[in-house]
Nanobody, 122 residues
Framework: QVQLVESGGGLVQAGGSLRLSCAASGRIFSINAMGWYRQAPGKQRELVATITSSGSTNYALSVKGRFTISRDNAKNTVYLQMNSLEPEDTAVYYC????????????????WGQGTLVTVSS
């Protein structure tokens, strides 16, 4: 079984910074892409950033230049450094991992974390 556990959310003032972490646990031997989505109240879930196993990254236009995604493949962990936060960044942030290969199990096409709340006050 594979689980993603997020941490690092919280309350911060506009202009501040937060760092989210998401660690995958289980008998994992490879993960394709990892990344973050977010969902604000009353809105659809949207992509924030992704990173492949080789380190290629992709960002939503709204966060480009402010957020940085990184990954530690040895720890099966993905990070999201969020700087210059704005009230519009307030949302529940969900991490995901896709094409997760686990010893003795069928590949997991996608796994989601439970979400961590980020609140940015003005």
């Amino acid at each position: 079984q594979v689980q993603l556990v997020e941490s690092g959310g919280g309350l911060v003032q506009a202009g501040g910074s937060l760092r989210l972490s998401c660690a995958a646990s289980g008998r994992i031997f490879s993960i394709n892409a990892m990344g973050w989505y977010r969902q604000a109240p009353g809105k659809q879930r949207e992509l924030v950033a992704t990173i492949t196993s080789s380190g290629s990254t992709n960002y939503a236009l709204s966060v480009k230049g402010r957020f940085t995604i990184s990954r530690d493949n040895a720890k099966n962990t993905v990070y999201l450094q969020m700087n210059s936060l704005e009230p519009e960044d307030t949302a529940v942030y969900y991490c995901y991992a896709d094409k997760v290969d686990v010893t003795g199990e069928t590949r997991y096409l996608i796994v989601w974390g439970q979400g961590t709340l980020v609140t940015v006050s003005s």
